[in-house]
């Protein structure tokens, strides 16, 4: 029998999971059914527990739901406790396993597929949200020399700061700060706040960008956003969107569901939107 999987959101008709996935089944040569599930607000619990009930074996978790799903969990990840919150799960019997590969994602399209090492660097990001927190650990696995992260409101960025320290014992340097108070200039620049999907520019001086600097904006699909844009014209010629996060947070969902990685290129190909 064809093995079932859902994302599951409110709204979820712009996902591109089902997309992704019937891609990497295709490329693996894996029998799975993959759709969308639309989950009334407050109806969380008794939509996973309808689609378990019948036969499903996985799902992607999309706003708003990544809390309902922590807390649905009956096993958590490392990765999903430290984030705080659940992208994907797997039914086992009575077990919910749990885990958030966001951050995973991100670290593994910076490295492999921007080719852009963290180790050493100094790194910069914007935003003190959920993908800032999922970031947290797989940024600061690689070893990078100083971690900033800046936010709006600024308690966020020192409330994490102060709990990636804890994490990591203080072995990388994290900081927090407003935007009016960073200072020095960065090797990687990430803009995981939520700005580009209201086509805002966070009031950062153009000043941090190194001259050989990545800038990578986590929001995916917009073009060049003003973030993007100020990197530019700041002098960075590197710039990146979060498509290839997204294609391997769903990569890493799938290779632990089936037991085999799917490649990401030919989707990244597919749903990249060129940075004009
Ligand atoms: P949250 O809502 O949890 O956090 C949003 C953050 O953005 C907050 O820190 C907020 O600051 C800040 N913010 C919002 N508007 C502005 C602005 N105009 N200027 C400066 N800062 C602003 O969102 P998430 O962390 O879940 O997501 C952040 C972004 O990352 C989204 O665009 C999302 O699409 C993207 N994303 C991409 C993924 C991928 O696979 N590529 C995966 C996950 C997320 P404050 O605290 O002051 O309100």
Redesign the pocket.
């Known amino acids: 029998m064809t093995d079932r999987y859902a994302v599951i959101g409110n709204p979820i008709a712009q996902s591109k999971s089902p997309q992704i996935h019937s891609a990497f089944a295709k490329v693996t040569g894996q029998d799975i059914d993959y759709t969308k599930l639309l989950a009334p607000l407050g109806g969380f619990a008794a939509a996973v527990d309808a689609f378990r009930a019948a036969g499903g074996r996985g799902m992607n978790v999309t706003a708003p739901f990544k809390l309902d799903a922590f807390a649905y969990a009956t096993d958590l990840a490392p990765s999903a406790q430290m984030a705080g919150a659940v992208n994907a799960l797997k039914f086992e019997g009575d077990k919910v396993h749990a885990e958030n590969f ?1 951050g995973v ?1 991100l670290v593994r399209d910076l490295v492999h597929n921007l080719g852009c090492p963290i180790k050493g660097r100094r790194v910069l990001i ?7 927190r999922g970031a947290l650990l797989p940024l600061l696995a690689e070893q990078p020399a100083e971690l900033v992260i800046v ?3 600024v308690s ?1 960025a020192q409330a994490l700061a102060a709990l990636a320290q804890q994490h990591q014992s203080g072995k990388v340097p994290v900081h927090a700060a407003a935007y009016a108070d960073v200072v020095g200039v960065f090797d990687v620049v990430l803009n ?7 086509a ?1 520019l ?1 009031p950062l001086p153009p000043s941090v960008f190194s001259p050989d600097c990545l800038a990578y904006d ?3 699909g917009k073009g060049l956003t003003p973030f993007l844009k100020l990197a530019q014209q700041a002098g960075v010629t590197r710039l990146a969107d ?1 498509v290839g ?2 294609a391997e ?1 769903a990569a890493e969902a799938f290779a632990w569901w089936r037991g085999v990685r799917p490649d990401t290129a030919g989707v990244i190909q597919q749903l990249t939107v060129p940075l004009v």
Request: no cysteine; glycine share 18%; charged share 15%.
């Open positions: 966001d994602g914007l935003g003190a949200g959920g993908a800032t936010n709006r409101t966020k995981a706040s939520s700005s580009s999907l209201t805002e966070p986590l929001t995916y979060g996060m997204l947070q």
